[in-house]
């Protein structure tokens, strides 16, 4: 007999006495040389108040406002609104990840889950066939928490969840299920930024490591670039950061340099300076902490209908990103991605700087 979400939630909510002493303590690696460390949600759920977050955030697709975008669509009676998606939950992958940031892979990967469907959909998406065509397969909450175990008994240092934001019920959900059974890695919120600060007020005391791109610092670029143009991404995406921020605080490294806690922040170095990259240092250092990690990219790549577009259709070049990182070191940021620095010095050289 196939459970519904409710009625496996009743049954792990009745079995959690048994469960919940591995909540935070059972297998995978935790951080090393961090006394008496447990991720964030295994307090709120020792505590009882997991469960409460579910029904809140649930409640919110009834006339979805899950984003910014607040559709008002009934997402539970499976209405869709843009993103594509009803009350359902879409997973396109779920492996251990060696391509993220070194404090999120150390040696045995981030557990990296990829959501079917964006609230964003840029023009230049790189992962379009899962975040524009949802590409992937419906599962409960049960599995994803499956997922979540699965990534952990491989030995993985985290468990990112990529483009999160329409599907953040489910999530909460699927923690709480896991922590049940043993799950105590870090939460890892994987998001492009266009979240709502109700959102991520939400996860206060769920998600242990933020990961938002900053992706433009001008609302035209935002709405030009972006399918269904959001003219308001810059004012929303630095909201949801700032309130990041207060909750996670800036990045937190074990002795293996490995992360555990904190906010790590992406932005993409895009042709002809459309991002907006000077402005975004200087926001960092002026609202954040010149201590914020920072991955400033290199690897824009002219994708899906990019091509259509005349200021984005070319790769950028050294000069551009040689630029980047001159002006964040020149902002006074101290905490810049290993690899981004390695790129730069070889940019330098190709620039004949």
């Not at 406002?65 to 539970?76: A, F, K, L, M, S």
């Not at 999530?171 to 896991?178: C, L, M, P, T, V």
């Not at 308001?232 to 490294?253: F, S």
Request: positive net charge; contains cysteine; aromatic residues 10%.
């Amino acid at each position: 007999m196939k459970f519904s979400r409710r009625e496996f939630m009743k049954t792990a909510g009745f079995a959690g006495t048994f469960f919940l002493s591995g909540c935070g303590r059972a297998g995978g690696p935790s951080p090393a040389g961090v006394p008496n460390w447990s991720p964030a949600y295994a307090k709120l759920e020792a505590e009882g108040k997991l469960d409460e977050r579910i029904e809140q955030a649930f409640a919110r697709l009834e006339k979805c406002d899950i984003c910014p975008r607040e559709c008002g669509v009934n997402r539970r009676r499976g209405e869709k609104g843009f993103c594509n998606l009803d009350d359902r939950l879409k997973v396109h992958s779920h492996s251990p990840h060696f391509g993220e940031e070194l404090p999120l892979v150390g040696r045995r990967g981030s557990g990296t889950i990829f959501f079917s469907y964006c609230n964003l959909r840029c023009v230049f998406c790189q992962n379009y066939p899962i975040a524009h065509e949802g590409r992937g397969r419906y599962v409960e909450d049960s599995d994803l928490a499956r997922m979540m175990l699965d990534l952990q008994n491989r030995g993985c240092h985290n468990i990112n969840v990529v483009t999160p934001t329409h599907i953040l019920p489910h999530i909460i959900s699927a923690i709480s299920i896991a922590c049940k059974q043993g799950l105590k890695l870090p939460i890892c919120y994987n998001t492009g930024g266009y979240d709502s600060l109700d959102n991520i007020k939400l996860l206060d005391g769920i998600v242990d490591i933020y990961l938002p791109d900053l992706k433009f610092m001008d609302g035209e670029k935002a709405e030009k670039y972006a399918v269904q143009g959001v003219r308001d991404y810059p004012r929303r995406a630095q909201a949801a950061i700032k309130e990041m921020h207060r909750q996670a605080g800036d990045l937190e490294t074990d002795s293996r340099d490995i992360a555990y806690k904190g906010v790590m922040l992406r932005h993409l170095v895009m042709p002809n300076r459309v991002a907006g990259t000077r402005e975004f240092v200087r926001w960092v250092a002026d609202n954040l902490s010149t201590k914020t990690y920072v991955n400033i990219m290199s690897q824009y790549r002219v994708e899906h209908r990019a091509f259509e577009y005349e200021q984005i259709s070319r790769a950028i070049t050294s000069e551009e990103f040689v630029e980047a990182i001159d002006w964040a070191r020149e902002a006074g940021l101290e905490n810049l991605d290993r690899r981004s620095m390695q790129q730069y010095h070889i940019h330098r050289r190709r620039a004949g700087g």
